[in-house]
């Protein structure tokens, strides 16, 4: 099923943790799964349960009052390793949006790959979006892709992102790579005749 993006409006889960690797993402253990199905179960995993399997109730993932398909998490959000893995198991898990200050290059691909949109917002923002969650867990926050802005319903403060050309119109699209060269098939052979 196509996941088209326009305006998405959530509550938020926060993580206000740096320097979050894909090893914490998804571990190690679980990338022998080449099917993404079942990923996102095992988002986070090592800090979502004990090693006897028993949910950590302090880790927020677990706590009832925070929720929603936008993850806010703190600067350089998915560095380490290129896994793709650690994007299948956010958008698995039901993400839909990750806001952070930096993304790691490789792995802000992948979500994009995974009709999960990175919004680069800047630290100050950030620090905002965190403060406003711990004040009303219930707060919402509006990201508008086509107008590439992020706003922070309970302050009414907005800032632009970016985002590349063909990306954006491949969420807004609901289209993977195959997609979109199969969507233009046609200008595709038209050029090649043209160009023989």
Not at 121 to 127: D, M, R
Not at 160 to 189: A, P, R, S, V
Request: hydrophobic letters at 40%.
């Amino acid at each position: 099923m196509k996941q088209i993006f326009s305006v998405i409006t959530s509550t938020c889960v926060p993580l206000p943790l740096e320097n979050v690797d894909t090893d914490q993402i998804i571990p190690a253990r679980f990338l022998k799964a080449t099917d993404k199905a079942g990923f996102g179960d095992n988002l986070f995993r090592d800090w979502r349960y004990d090693k006897d399997g028993n949910p950590n109730k302090d880790f927020v993932l677990n706590d009832p009052t925070y929720g929603g398909c936008i993850l806010v998490a703190g600067k350089n959000f998915g560095s380490g390793s290129s896994r793709e893995h650690a994007a299948w198991a956010i958008a698995g898990y039901g993400f839909r949006v990750v806001i952070s200050s930096f993304f790691a290059d490789i792995h802000k691909n992948n979500e994009l790959n995974n009709f999960v949109l990175p919004v680069v917002v800047s630290e100050a923002f950030l620090a905002e979006l965190f403060q406003s969650i711990k004040e009303n867990p219930k707060m919402e926050v509006e990201v508008d892709l086509p107008n590439q802005l992020v706003t922070n319903k309970a302050t009414g403060k907005s800032e632009h992102f970016e985002i590349n050309g063909y990306k954006k119109h491949c969420l807004m699209n609901g289209l993977d790579d195959i997609d979109y060269l199969l969507e233009n098939k046609g200008k595709i052979e038209t050029w090649e005749k043209q160009n023989m």
